[in-house]
């Protein structure tokens, strides 16, 4: 992590992403001093799975949506963006590695977290959700509070997705 005082990215906190070729494969510039894009990241494709490099893809994977909601959850990969795409390199590492996921998308981010539990469904990836509410994300919970969550996550399958997907609506 870094930070850059001018330039195109002055005022931001610079976190890069390792690639298992132990290179940086991408970063995320977020602002620290108030601009009106929080984010201004590099102009290249983001199908890459950030910090690849310390994905543990034998161990219990947490799915958030930004880089300090990963920092938080420990072996967690940010999205990145609005959807997980059936061709993208983080799916196609959880089918193969099998890896059972945790999903913890933002509160204000329902449809695209419901898009995001089909699309593991479909792929037949064993998936908790873990309740959010009451906080902006996971970067702004309490760790031992994420901890007791995701150990309270409820499981998702095809069966009892549709009967949770309608009680959320209520």
């Known amino acids: 992590m870094g930070f ?11 976190v890069l992403s390792f690639g298992t070729s132990c290179y940086p494969n991408y970063f995320i510039a977020r602002s620290y001093v108030g601009h009106n894009m929080k984010y201004k990241n590099p102009r290249s494709s983001k199908n890459v799975v950030f910090n690849d490099l310390f994905t543990n893809w034998n ?13 938080n959850a420990g072996n967690a990969v940010p999205i990145l963006g609005s959807t997980l795409r059936t061709d993208s390199d983080l799916l196609r590492k959880i089918v193969r590695n099998d890896t059972p996921c945790y999903i913890a998308l933002d509160p204000d981010a329902a449809d695209k977290e419901r898009r995001i539990i089909q699309t593991l469904l479909r792929y037949d990836v064993e998936l908790y959700k873990i309740d959010v509410t009451g906080y902006e994300d ?3 919970m ?7 969550r995701k150990a309270k996550a409820t499981f998702i399958d095809r069966d009892n997705y549709l009967l949770l997907d309608l009680l959320s609506a209520v």
Do not use: K, M, S, T
Request: glycine residues 14%; negative net charge; charged residues 25%.
């Open 138 to 140: 996971i970067g702004a």
């Open 59 to 71: 161990d219990d994977l947490v799915i958030v949506e930004g880089v300090f909601d990963a920092i």
């Open 142 to 148: 309490p760790r031992e509070i994420f901890q007791e």
């Open 4 to 14: 850059c005082y001018d330039g195109v990215y002055g005022g931001r906190i610079i």
